[in-house]
């Protein structure tokens, strides 16, 4: 069974820096893996999505990359702003029979400004 | 539409009573996925529709609950005789096929008194 495990679970930053947030799969077998940010009380947005045969995708100061074989994803945030407080979500689509998004329990990342 | 559509947006009901869930997918998504997020935890698998496919029902966590998707399109999420353990965000996402982008509604929030 497919497990996903998001380190740390809440992470505070000063305006400006640099971060790394860690997303890490326990099957190697993925088809893909997604990054969302969640707002409070509302849904999900899609980030970033990288295909497993992929390493890394870029949108903006957001750059997301994947290492299928040791089962970690990262995405980094260049020179954050208090707009990038979220709760950031990873998930991966195992496919072989298994349709469902598998997702970690979220990272809390708070932008001091 | 524009995104993913959920409504109501809002939903409190007594112990005992049956609601509907509604979600309208993004015109053209085969794929649609179901969720819960209770207050702290992560998302939780329900079920998922694919085309005209049998659906994946295997998060389903009790016969209480049952999905419908009409003509591959709109979905209706049904829970009978709610219990308070009920009470989450229910929410909807759905995209191309499966293993590609998937978007997500604002949710439903149910509270069951």
């Known amino acids: 069974k497919q497990e996903v495990t998001q380190i740390p679970a809440a992470l505070s930053v000063p305006e400006g820096e640099n971060l790394v947030l860690n997303c890490s799969f326990t099957?190697?077998?993925?088809?893909?893996l997604q990054w969302f940010r969640q707002d409070p009380g509302k849904g999900l947005t899609s980030l970033l999505l990288i295909q497993s045969s992929q390493r890394e995708q870029t949108s903006g100061r957001l750059n997301a990359s994947l290492d299928k074989s040791s089962g970690r994803s990262t995405l980094y945030i260049a020179a954050s702003q208090p707009g990038d407080s979220a709760t950031y979500l990873c998930a991966v689509s195992s496919g072989a029979g298994s349709y469902q998004l598998t997702f970690g329990k979220g990272t809390k990342l708070s932008v001091i400004p | 539409g524009a995104g993913v559509s959920q409504s109501p947006s809002n939903k409190v009901t007594e112990k005992g009573k049956d609601v509907e869930l509604r979600c309208d997918p993004i015109?053209?998504?085969?794929?649609l996925y179901w969720y819960r997020q209770s207050l702290g935890q992560g998302l939780e698998f329900l079920i998922y529709f694919q085309g005209n496919s049998a659906p994946d029902k295997s998060g389903l966590p009790s016969d209480r609950f049952s999905a419908e998707r009409t003509g591959g399109s709109v979905s209706t999420l049904t829970i009978q005789r709610t219990q308070q353990e009920d009470s989450a965000v229910y929410l909807c996402?759905?995209?191309?096929?499966?293993?590609?982008?998937?978007?997500f509604g604002q949710g439903t929030r149910l509270t069951v008194v």
């Open positions: 099957d190697s077998a993925i088809y893909n």
């Open positions: 015109s053209g998504h085969t794929a």
């Open positions: 996402a759905s995209s191309r096929q499966w293993g590609t982008e998937a978007f």
